[in-house]
């Protein structure tokens, strides 16, 4: 197993380009999530999806969109770069109890992120 | 704003001396759980504690969870030098999937 697996692991966009940061995972997981990472800080949660078709927001949202057409791919879209989504992603995958909340989360390597 | 707080936000110990961080959080839970990151890398699981449990030990790991207190802790004992990471609280909401994280706390063991 591949685990959690991100493309790329590093980019530099300019202020105002889009692109989509891809998340993969080969468990069967149901429920997939998005985070950024600031130094000195922990995680902060972007987007997350329950299962395919389904996602929702987190904490810190604006500035990105997400899909979940099949169980595998969540990929995360920004819409128009800024210099404060300058950050390293972590995707991460989990099994769901339903309303018992999560089991561990299996986390991707990350991808860092600039933007000037 | 952030529902863990870790304390101490840095620990330095000398190998073979036990480590105890501290987490508090805001709000009902249905889990806690602890990772750790090595500088640069994701986050690896280490340990999840669910809230109608009081204490989990895995290895050279013991977790303990208050609920009155909304507060957990996390000891390592006889520390290596490899233990030496970033330790990060994660709390699920009730009635909810918002994985919240603390800010961490460093830990550097000494050789």
């Known amino acids: 197993n591949a685990g959690v697996t991100q493309t790329p692991k590093f980019q530099v966009l300019k202020t105002g380009q889009s692109m989509t940061l891809q998340c993969a995972q080969d468990?069967?997981?149901?429920?997939m999530s998005w985070y950024r990472q600031d130094p000195g800080m922990g995680l902060r949660l972007i987007h997350y999806?329950?299962?395919?078709?389904?996602?929702d927001q987190g904490e810190v949202p604006n500035g990105y969109n997400v899909s979940r057409s099949t169980t595998e791919d969540f990929p995360l879209r920004l819409l128009s770069a800024a210099p404060s989504q300058t950050s390293v992603y972590f995707c991460a995958s989990s099994y769901s109890t339903g309303t018992s909340g999560l089991y561990e989360q299996y986390f991707g390597p990350g991808t860092r992120l600039t933007v000037t | 704003s952030q529902q863990g707080e870790e304390d101490p936000q840095a620990l330095s110990i000398q190998e073979g001396e036990n480590a105890t961080m501290n987490c508090s959080y805001k709000?009902?839970?249905?889990?806690l759980q602890w990772y750790r990151q090595n500088s640069g890398r994701g986050l690896v699981h280490l340990i999840l504690?669910?809230?109608?449990?009081r204490e989990k030990h895995s290895g050279r790991l013991r977790v303990t969870l208050d609920t009155s207190k909304k507060s957990s802790s996390l000891l390592i004992t006889a520390s290596r030098a490899a233990d030496t990471a970033s330790y990060f609280c994660?709390?699920?909401?009730?009635?909810?999937?918002?994985?919240?994280f603390g800010a961490g706390t460093r830990l550097f063991v000494k050789a």
């Open positions: 504690i669910r809230s109608n449990e």
């Open positions: 999806s329950v299962g395919a078709g389904i996602t």
């Open positions: 994660a709390t699920d909401t009730t009635g909810g999937f918002k994985t919240i």
């Open positions: 709000t009902s839970i249905n889990n």
């Open positions: 468990m069967n997981h149901e429920y």
